[in-house]
Each structure stands twice: as C-alpha cells, then as structure tokens.
C-alpha cells in the first residue's frame, strides 16, 4: 500500500504568483517525503528524479537554442524568461543563469547580518571581468585588525558564491569637500602675537617639530583651563583635535600616523580617522573633535571651538604656514 502526498490545488482564476507558490509548496512537500523513506527506497527516488531531470533539461536546453537561432524565437524567449514559471525552471536546470552582479548582490545580502552586527556594511558597486567592486563602510574601512579579518570575508564569500569570480577590490569612499577658513592662511587676521593672543590663540609649538607622518601631544594653557590637545601632519598639512579618542576618550599620545594613507589610529583599540577630517573610519558617526587651527612665521596657534565667536572649527588641515 503507497501513501500519496496531498496535492494542492490550483484553480484557473488563481493568479501566476499564487500558482508558482503552490508548485514550490508541492516541490518542497516532495523532497520532504523522499528524505523521509529509508535509504533504499530514497537512492531509487533520487536515481528516478534525477533522470527525469536529465530529460527536462536535453529538452528545454534544444528548445531555448532554437529559440535563440530564430530571430523571432530570440525575441519570443526574452518575452518568456519575464514569466516567473518559466525562469524558475530555466534557473533551476541551469539553463538560465544569473549575472555575476546578481549573484554578487545575493551574497552581500547574505554577509550584511554579519557585517552589521559588528557595526559594519559593505556596498557592490560593480562586477565586471572577473573582479568585484564593493565599498566598505563602519568597522569594515579602517585599520584595525577586525576591520581586516571583517574585509577578508567579504572577499571569501564572493569568490566562493559568484562562478569566474577572481577578486575583490575596495573602492575609496567618495572623499567630503576639503574646505580651509581664510583664518589658517592669515587673509584679513592679526599677525602679531598679541593681536593673535588677544583673539584666544594659544600658542602650541614650531611648525618644524612636527615631522610629516607624526603628531605632537601638547597641554597648552587657557584662560578656560588646560586644553589638551594633538598637532597632526600628514602629507605637510596640520590638523588639531583634542586629545581624546571618540571611542572611549582615551589619549593619542601615542597614537599611529600613516602619512600614506592620510590615517590616524588609536593605539588602544585601533579606531581609524582621517587625519585631516577627523572623521572615524572604524564607527560611522564618530568624529575627533576638532580645533581651530593656523601657522604664523612657523608658529603653530591652536585655540578652543567657538572661542570668541570667530566660526567653526577647521573642516581639513591647514597648509604648514601662512607666514
């Protein structure tokens, strides 16, 4: 005595996508039962499945090759492969194969969970002879070791999911606008040291003790109270922040400076900045807080945010002397 499996039933006025549900709701029902019997029994049913296969696609595959000879046929196929149905086993014969940009998108939707619950994201941006092309965002740009091993599985699940697929390269984030206050390049400012101390300026060292690729802690004295703070240069342009790290407030004395890169990184933890910006490449939305900054006849002049009221904070380094 064989049991059958309850077969759902369609009716004409069902629509294409409630039909495709109920094919793949008896498709599943199958498989199940087939997993079910004993091994015997399943080695037959898989041998029988399998050939039936094997027949289906010699056929569909004649069928789509005369189809694509016929210039009408061409144009009939493409109409056909819109029918979810028809892609469906196409697709499932491997007759129809996705393009590599979406096979790529499906596997970043499969990483993303990962890469979000480490306060990452990554974006493809293309895919073409051979190579991936993503942009990384949060913790997966940056400097730190689990920036590093985050990127590595990106890369990993690409190739391992995409056929042809050879390599990954990172695509740069589209850069901000650089933009320096007239007050760092002493248009319109005081040139004297009293006039600059008269406007909150502290004096903070010589242009010339900050070697390119290095930063300079400094307690420089305030009428508000001490202002600790850092002296960056990469690339002959000097940037000012406080000296604290966005991540848990901890100094950057000793912090690493790629002049290269144009990178600052904490040595606690490895959050990664942009030297010049501030900004956090390890944790989207953080930020070192920056100060305003200018050179005067190799003097470097460092003075709080907001003070006196003469504008913002510099949004990019200033050039190494404006006198």
Known sequence: MTATADRPTTTSD??????????????????EAVAALDDPARRVADEALAARDEVHRAVLTTLVRRLKEDPHGKELLFELVDDPQVRMVLMMHGILRPDPLTLAGRVIEQVRPNLQSHGGDVELVDVRDGTAYVRLQGACNGCSMAAVTLRDGVEEALVAGVPGLTGVEVVPNDPSPTLIPLSSI???????AEDLAAAGWVAACASADIADGSLRALSLATDAGPLEVIVVNTGGGLAAYLNACAHQGRPLDDALVDATAGTLTCPWHGFCYDAGSGECLTMPGAQLEPLPLRVQSGQVWVRRSGSFGDGPAPDGPAPRDAG
């Open 186 to 192: 002493g248009v319109g400012a005081p040139e004297q």
């Open 14 to 31: 069902a629509t294409p996508e409630a039909e495709l549900d109920a094919l793949a709701a008896r498709l599943d029902a199958t498989a």
